[in-house]
């Protein structure tokens, strides 16, 4: 399958996951076919003392971590642990992540992501592992 | 502060927190004033291949971590990073984390979590670490 | 093979490791199977202002986190990746790294390990990811 | 003090730390004035399969994310954690670790950094977080 071909099915998948629907995420490929997840702000993102929680990063980083690696293999991969660094809060301001690949081994992947506001401030960075399967994509 | 007046403190800073009670998570302390986070499965959480987001397992770890070294201060302590280990799917099971204290410092505190499903079965592990502040709580 | 042989086929493969015996490290299973790696301070194993370089107690987890998931294992494991939290430094004090099984998959294993000092105070907890290979140990 | 100033500083700190001499690392500043460490294979290097061992690449990681993000203090920071992710296995080959800032604050610093054989083959990436102490360098 060509990349732009498994972009597209990439792409139908996320619309498929409930999860980031539900936080209000959005996927798009750049030209270098990395995934950039973007978040608008929502009061429910917050933890209780008004900034964004930090499970909203890290399902950030894990998301745009996953597609970028996950829309270079045939197969399902699975993630085996991801870590996150939290830089600097958020408040009440969009979200943008975006991965970058680290290395697409037989048996493992890598890969990085970093989130931003929308003015450009980097606030959280991070990196997950996975596993690749032998469950082909339909 | 008397640790049983911090822990219900917590758990009413956990009640006004938008994210969690969003997910539906819910918070208590058990008799080592451990944070044990409960949250019934919904359709929701899943992602595109109906298991469980790994951005939910890293809320729970970093949730329960987090409330299981916050109540041991009587400041703001705030998330400098969190890992997660995902050790087996889940679907459609009800999940339960339960933090436990490694180190609580001065400056530096950090905590490990675990989930496991209602069967109890071990399907997530993770550790924060967090830089306590001077805001006190209110 | 039985676990009693593995442990002695570890100990064997530990004997022929270069870097641990340079450092000074020796292995042992305890009842539980578990590896306890000892080092004895030196000077050498010191940073710039006279306490035990972060190298060494990443080499220490690694180290007994991979003895004590490899030790249920037919074929060789390798290291994936893994983290290290340093929770207070160490001057001129002898260590002792236990490591704990987290989870024993078919293709994926993930152990824990701790580091105390000789006194028993914890200085350093970590974990590691392991891929299973096709590579029989001989 | 002066970026160069400081460089100066911190090399000449190197040249005191007895396990990178120890090891065979060699620090200099780029023009970025990222820290890169230079490491000659030696035998003693080796686990028992007869690669450069995990804990080598974990004190390559911390070393050169260490003093890249140092040279920017005029104060001591600790290593709170760090974690490093494997790519490839290396026998025998000499390597070369390159530190990058992430992030430099008034009280958490974090840095990345890269580990590539002499032919250019990226094997190793990780990343720490470091916690500014009051203690001044002298």
New interface residues.
């Given amino acids: 399958m060509e990349p732009a071909d498994r972009a597209a099915k990439m792409t139908a998948?996320?619309g498929?996951?409930?999860?980031?629907?539900?936080l209000g995420m959005s996927l798009r490929f750049d030209d270098d076919l990395r995934a950039v997840i973007d978040l608008p702000h929502a009061?429910?993102?917050?933890?209780?003392?008004g900034q964004v929680?930090?499970?909203?990063f890290?399902?950030?980083i894990?998301?745009a971590a996953?597609f970028t690696a996950a829309v270079h293999y045939d197969t399902?991969i699975?993630?085996?642990?991801?870590?996150?660094?939290?830089?600097?809060?958020v408040e009440a301001e969009d979200l943008t992540a975006v991965g970058s690949v680290?290395?697409l081994?037989k048996?493992?992947a890598?890969a990085?992501a970093e989130i931003r506001t929308a003015a450009g401030r980097?606030v959280a960075?991070g990196?997950a592992?996975f596993?690749n399967t032998s469950v082909r994509f339909t």
């Fill in positions: 998948l996320f498929r996951a409930p999860l980031p629907g539900h009061a429910f993102l917050d933890h209780g003392l929680h930090g499970g909203i890290a399902t950030l894990d998301t996953w399902w699975s993630t085996i642990d991801f870590g996150v660094r939290l830089l600097e809060p680290v290395r081994g048996r493992i890598t990085d980097l960075v990196g592992t596993a």
